[in-house]
């Protein structure tokens, strides 16, 4: 069975050529990972990135469900790779098909468009170089690929990947970003027992079977990042004081591996050193995709759902990404493209016989399952595993013009979300593995407003309103997802930045921004030197600065009652106020994400 998001995901291949970042299976295909030297154990200091706003669904009006017969569109046919990925759903409704239908979104704006379900990701990237090679001398080819649609986290490693090759062609070929048709919010998660969400600190030593450098692996290297807990990025050791990984084939594999008690035996490491002794470790972790997530709960059960889109709900936007020279040449298909997918967003959004239709032609292209199964799983459901635990199953949703706007930072107020995603990941996979992706494109290189723009442009300010996440001032957060010390300096004894803060701030303000859909409560706390009073009431104004901070930046990702205050003066130290070391870590601010 085939992932309800295939995102073969993303991932880090670096094929073509001879960049293979892949080899024969999907851990091949995503993959970067041979045996590597013995290193210390990284903590990724930061994981920045974001999400936008709720779809109040005004000026959508209902349109008739496209038929099943093939329209006789007059302009080229346009190809499109993709994944099984519900976020694509919009897309899917709008074309009526596997390729263009009469009465069709696509038709209406003169769109042929060929849909193609691809899974690996380097035959995406293969497509994409085909199409370049032959559009180059021809433009008029049946060859290739026009655009693939992958996981926005992902991005960087995939035009990592391809541009190189693309770019041998001039610079104008190279492959770029132009829109996102909908995000994973919720079915791409990591799983663990109940122990690690009550205490994250509890899963130090834990073994986590993933595609590794794929985008839900990447859930969990921002989760132990949140959390102040190493990454061992070394899949042939085992240290008792970092997450572990143990490599899966593919998401299927990942909870296969869980189920049927997989062990393997390692070196053990400590700082980053062989201690001399042999451990034999087991799967304790799962990070898959659905239906790996519901067979993990039916088949053995006993993990939960640690943290996922749904929380991280920035992380995976379903980015589109087509060869530059063909999207200059032809403007006005590309821009039909985006708004025929934007008018499908907005129907699935807010009518439920378009949703079912899309359902519907989802499990004719993907070949695979039922309408009800693709529906179920893109509204995402609670249901209880093998052993009595109740577990978060499946959701993603499509995006409209309003959602990209936010998306892309366009609006005002709101933050260029693609962008944060693009690099962060990008930095991760280079930090971990710099002998596989030394380099990856600049974002301003591979993000291409343009077109979205002009369609904005248009449609004025007649469009349908942007999902949002909705916070309440009076609720406090009832379930922590991660909690951090943060070192922003502060001018002394006053609650002024220094000018060190402000790269912190920064790298904080994305940190923030990717798990848009949880609550932030900034904790501000001192040494005992001074004044008591004092210091309560100089942690009060340091942790409003930051709250001030964020909410001057981005209004639309921070809005009112999302950020919660809390001073605390020097009443719970976490370190002696003896030494002047202590009294440092004392100066300190945590920040708490839950819901």
């Not at 469900?65 to 046919?77: F, G, K, M, Q, Y």
């Not at 609720?475 to 922003?488: M, Y």
Request: charge should be negative; hydrophobic fraction near 40%; include cysteine.
């Amino acid at each position: 069975m085939s992932r309800l998001t295939t995102l073969g995901k993303l991932a880090v291949l670096l094929v073509i050529g001879g960049a293979i970042f892949i080899g024969v299976k999907i851990l091949g295909n995503m993959g970067i990972l041979g045996p590597r030297t013995t290193q210390e154990s990284t903590i990724i200091e930061k994981v920045d990135l974001p999400d936008a706003p709720k779809n109040a669904s005004t000026s959508v009006q209902p349109l008739a469900l496209p038929s099943s017969t093939p329209a006789n569109v007059s302009t080229p046919e346009i190809r499109w790779l993709h994944w099984a990925w519900n976020a694509q759903m919009g897309a899917i409704l709008a074309n009526g098909g596997a390729e263009t239908t009469k009465g069709s979104i696509m038709a209406s704006k003169n769109v042929n468009l060929k849909m193609t379900r691809q899974d690996d990701v380097s035959l995406m990237q293969a497509g994409l170089v085909k199409f370049a090679e032959s559009y180059k001398s021809d433009p008029g080819t049946t060859e290739g690929a026009h655009f693939v649609t992958i996981m926005g986290d992902g991005a960087a490693a995939f035009l990592a990947g391809v541009n190189p090759q693309l770019e041998k062609l001039g610079d104008e070929y190279r492959a770029q970003i132009v829109y996102t048709l909908g995000r994973s919010l919720g079915e791409d998660k990591f799983m663990g027992p109940p122990a690690w969400k009550e205490n994250p600190q509890a899963a130090r030593g834990g073994v986590t079977t993933a595609v590794l450098r794929d985008g839900d692996w990447n859930i969990v290297i921002k989760w132990c990042s949140d959390n102040g807990i190493p990454v061992n990025a070394d899949e042939t050791t085992y240290d008792p004081e970092a997450m572990n990984f143990i490599a899966a084939d593919s998401y299927i594999d990942a909870s296969e591996k869980y189920i049927n008690g997989y062990t393997e035996e390692r070196d053990e490491v400590k700082k980053g050193q062989r201690t001399g002794k042999k451990v034999t470790v087991g799967v304790t972790g799962v990070t898959t995709w659905t239906p790996g997530d519901v067979m993990v709960a039916k088949k053995k059960g006993g993990l939960i759902s640690i943290v996922s889109t749904k929380e991280y709900r920035s992380q995976m936007p379903c980015v589109l990404i087509g060869i530059k020279k063909w999207m200059e040449d032809n403007p006005r298909l590309v821009e039909n493209l985006i708004e025929g997918m934007a008018i499908g967003g907005d129907q699935v959004k807010s009518y439920s016989p378009a949703l079912k239709k899309a359902a519907q032609i989802s499990a004719e292209i993907y070949n695979e399952e039922t309408a009800e199964y693709w529906e179920k799983y893109y509204k995402g459901v609670t249901e209880t595993d093998r052993k009595g635990l109740p577990v978060e199953l499946g959701g993603s949703r499509v995006n409209n013009l309003a959602d990209n706007a936010e998306i892309f930072g366009i609006n005002p107020g709101s933050t260029n979300i693609v962008k944060i995603v693009y690099t962060t990941f990008g930095d991760i996979v280079q930090k971990l593995y710099p002998d596989l992706v030394p380099s990856y494109p600049v974002a301003e290189e591979v993000i291409n407003t343009r077109f979205l723009k002009s369609v904005l442009s248009r449609a004025g300010s007649n469009i349908a309103s942007a999902d949002e996440a909705e916070f309440n001032a009076d609720d406090n957060i009832r379930e922590t997802v991660s909690k951090k010390s943060w070192a922003i300096e502060f001018a002394s004894g006053s609650s002024e930045f220094t000018p060190s803060a402000r790269a912190v701030m920064e790298q904080l303000f994305n940190d923030l921004v990717i798990a848009s859909n949880l609550k932030v409560e900034v904790h501000g706390h001192t040494d005992n030197i001074g004044d008591p009073a004092a210091n309560l009431s100089l942690s009060e104004r340091r942790a409003f600065a930051i709250k001030t901070w964020l909410e001057n930046k981005s209004a639309n990702n921070f809005p009112e009652g999302r950020v919660s205050i809390f001073s605390h003066g020097a009443s719970n130290p976490v370190a002696s106020n003896d030494t002047p070391a202590g009294r440092a870590k004392n100066r300190r601010v945590e920040i708490i994400m839950g819901k």
